[in-house]
Each structure stands twice: as structure tokens, then as C-alpha cells.
């Protein structure tokens, strides 16, 4: 059996650079790197077959649609995935990874196809929060005998630490955009209303990497017109993505909803100091008394002010919430390695012939 990864239904970006690296598609890259490293001889769905770095591009027509177990991070198409390999009678093998909350999409076509594919085929979602949005579309979006026999699990990814640098403030305060896109769910104007007011009170600088198709919004041309901004391409190598990460005094959260917040957690354990709303999703990444969770745009005005002030003091209060050391609290409570084995565990668990 060939285990054989999809990403990238979407949009137009590679999915994998001349390396064979995910670095430039967030947390679903990440992820899609990650089931590389649990299953090394995995291979990624594409427009060609090819060697990238470590990774093997397989065109869809070349699996075994009988015997290949198809890893789908484009959950909205694995209904046409099964059509498309069911053309000869065979029963594929498909299982949804919904690493974004199905909240990310808005039409009701987009639910209802969510709701068929969920049902139809086994997923496993990015963190509990997500498993439950998914069991409630399923609900709400099928007829109850598809829905009775729909299978949804979870896992915690966990977090990456080898890559950290010793973190150092500049003279002039660092603020990310904790993002690579400027969809309305991250609420980027939101988040450049704030930091606006904020630069009026206090010396900043703000730092926004995005995706090649958010550069050319209208949005990243307003993100970019204060002379305090900075926005720029992704980094093509995680090296730079860490040494930046390393310089950066704080980042602003404004997403009303995330799956898991990967992105925050890396730059929380980078030494950044987050501002987060007082959602139910920002609560589960950090400890239970964290001290910088706003309810409204002012009091986030408020936080990041005085966290630019006074780094030290921020950072040491919100190791004091941690019980010592937030980063240490990080990795205990987010361990990469357990993410991995629940992930197998899973897949060998729907899929007994992966081994």
C-alpha cells in the first residue's frame, strides 16, 4: 500500500519548492510535512511526477485506486476524488485531515460538501475544538443515515523546538501580523486599526510575511502604506523564518476562529509576546492565566502598548502565568511527539493495512 498526501485544491501556489519544502503554506504545509515524517515513503499528490528534495510527486492516475490509502487535505474535494477513482469500479481508500475549522468557509455549498465529505469518509481534525465543528456540520448539514455512520477523531499537533534562536529585542519594537493571508476571518483590519493607533503612542515597527496571492490585495496595499510597516514575500527557508521570529517583541491575534494556532504557538516559543482576543480558541494554547486575552479593540490597543513599552515586564509576567517559563509550559503542554503518535494511531486504527 502506497500512502499518497493531497494539499493544494484550492489555490495556485506550489505546494512543495524545488527542495521538496512546505515552508510557504502555513499549518496546512506543516502538517502535510509532518505525515511525510511519520510515513517517509508517503507520497504527494501533483501536476507531474517528479522527485522535490525528499519527496516523491505522483500524479493521481498513477495510484492504485484499489490498494493506496489517499490522505486528503482538501476535504472540499474528496467527493470528486472518489469519483474520479471509482471511474473503474474500484472502492477507494480516503481519509478527510481537516486542518482548517470548516468555519474558515461561509457559503452553504461549502457546508454542505464539508457536511457529505465528512460524513462519507473518515477525518481527523487538527484539535478537539475543530472535531466538534466538524461533528456539528455534520449534523446540521446531512440526512441522519449518513450521519450515524460518520467517523471523527482528533489530535494535538503539538510544536517544533529545534529550530528556535536566542531571542533579542531590537531598539525599535517588533509587531507581527501572525499570519500569511488577509481573509476576513483573520480580520487584518482589525488588526492594522489597532496597530495604527498603537504606533501614534509608541515607537514600532510591523512586520507581515504573506502568501504570493495575498501580496497583491488591496488589503496588503494599505497593510504596507505606514511608513512604520513592512511587508514582505514568506521566507523560502525555516532558518529565516526562525531568526526572524527570534527578533519580534510581540504579534496582535485577531482571527474570531482558528483550528489549532500553530503560527502563535512558534512565535510564543520564539519569545514573542502574544495579544490574543478572549476566544475560546486562543484560551486552550496558552495557561489558564494568561495575561494579555482582550474583549474589545481598545484594551487590545492597551496590551500591545504596554507590552512595547516594557518588554521585559510582559515577557516576565507571562512566564509567571505559565508557573516559570511559558515556553517550557509550551512544550509540555503541546509535545510534537505524542501529536505524531496519535496521528499513526488513528490512521492505523480506520486503516489497519497501513501497519
Known amino acids: 500500500m502506497t500512502i499518497a498526501i493531497k494539499i493544494g485544491f484550492l489555490d495556485d501556489d506550489p505546494v512543495v519548492d524545488e527542495k521538496g519544502s512546505f515552508a510557504a503554506r502555513g499549518a496546512g504545509g506543516a502538517i502535510a510535512g509532518r505525515l511525510f515524517t511519520i510515513f517517509p515513503d508517503a507520497v504527494l499528490i501533483g501536476p ?28 472540499l474535494d474528496s467527493i470528486g476524488l472518489f469519483q474520479r477513482l471509482h471511474r473503474g469500479g474500484a472502492e477507494p481508500k480516503i481519509l478527510n485531515l481537516q486542518w482548517l475549522p470548516p468555519s474558515h468557509y461561509h457559503h452553504k455549498v461549502n457546508f454542505a460538501a464539508m457536511g457529505l465529505s465528512f460524513a462519507l469518509f473518515p477525518t481527523l481534525c487538527s484539535g478537539e475544538r475543530t472535531a466538534g465543528e466538524v461533528a456539528e456540520i455534520v449534523r446540521r448539514w446531512t440526512i441522519p443515515p449518513l450521519a450515524h455512520q460518520a467517523r471523527i477523531g482528533w489530535f494535538q499537533p503539538g510544536i517544533r523546538d529545534d529550530l528556535v534562536k536566542p531571542h533579542t529585542d531590537l531598539e525599535v519594537p517588533v509587531v507581527l501580523y501572525p499570519a500569511i493571508h488577509l481573509t476576513e476571518a483573520k480580520k487584518p483590519k482589525v488588526f492594522l486599526k489597532v496597530v495604527r493607533e498603537v504606533a501614534g503612542r509608541v515607537p514600532l515597527t510591523m512586520e507581515a510575511r504573506l502568501a504570493q ?17 513592512k511587508v514582505s514575500p514568506l521566507f523560502g527557508e525555516k532558518e529565516e523564518y526562525w531568526e526572524s521570529l527570534s527578533h519580534a517583541t510581540a504579534f496582535l491575534a485577531t482571527a474570531q476562529e482558528e483550528a489549532y494556532g500553530l503560527e502563535y504557538l512558534e512565535a510564543l516559543l520564539a519569545g514573542a509576546i502574544g495579544i490574543f482576543p478572549h476566544q475560546p480558541w486562543a484560551a486552550h494554547l496558552g495557561p489558564a492565566c494568561y495575561p494579555y486575552l482582550y474583549a474589545t479593540e481598545n484594551q487590545a490597543a492597551d496590551m500591545l502598548a504596554d507590552v512595547l513599552s516594557d518588554p521585559a515586564a510582559a515577557r516576565k509576567a507571562v512566564d509567571e502565568s505559565a508557573g516559570g517559563s511559558l515556553s517550557e509550559w509550551i512544550l509540555g503542554a503541546h509535545t510534537r511527539a505524542e501529536g505524531n503518535e496519535a496521528l499513526r494511531a488513528q490512521i492505523t486504527d480506520w486503516f489497519p493495512e497501513v501497519g
Open 48 to 75: 507531474q511526477d517528479g522527485q522535490y528534495g525528499n519527496i516523491t510527486m505522483r500524479r493521481l492516475e498513477n495510484l492504485d485506486p484499489r490498494g493506496d490509502l489517499i490522505i486528503n487535505l482538501d476535504v
Open 213 to 229: 496571492r495575498d501580496l497583491a490585495s488591496v488589503m496588503a496595499m494599505k497593510m504596507s502604506s505606514p511608513r512604520w510597516a
